[in-house]
């Protein structure tokens, strides 16, 4: 089980860190990734980290905005977010990656409820 957790209200330029973190079994040596779903979008990657925690994946969209960490246990993943715009408003997800492809939503298996992050103008 995944649960996700440190969504908000904030202003634009604001910054937000939200965790995610595992229970019920292990995660540590497995890739997780953030994801995001705006209303009336599609979900899409926002960003990943490997099991070992050494290499990390990001949309182009937030880029030198946004970082993705592990915990010190590996079974919690951190998503840090400053300089937020209004177009960062959405839902966000975190989930374990069991496929291939770091950006795919279709190769992850696992997903949390997701948290509420709404940045105002």
């Known amino acids: 089980q995944l649960e996700e957790s440190g969504g908000n209200l904030v202003q634009a330029g604001g910054s937000l860190r939200l965790s995610c973190a595992a229970s019920?079994?292990?995660?540590?040596?497995?890739?997780m990734g953030w994801f995001r779903q705006a209303p009336g979008k599609e979900r899409e990657f926002v960003a990943a980290?490997?099991?070992?925690?050494?290499?990390?994946y990001y949309a182009d969209f937030v880029k030198g905005r946004f970082t993705i960490s592990r915990g010190n246990a590996k079974n919690t993943v951190y998503l840090q977010m400053n300089s937020l715009k209004p177009e960062d408003t959405a839902v966000y997800y975190c989930?374990?990656?069991?496929?291939?492809?770091?950006?795919?939503?279709?190769?992850?298996?696992?997903w949390g409820q997701g948290t509420q992050v709404t940045v105002s103008s």
């Open positions: 989930a374990v990656r069991g496929g291939d492809d770091y950006y795919s939503l279709g190769d992850y298996d696992y």
């Open positions: 019920g079994r292990t995660f540590s040596s497995y890739s």
């Open positions: 980290i490997s099991g070992n925690g050494l290499s990390t």
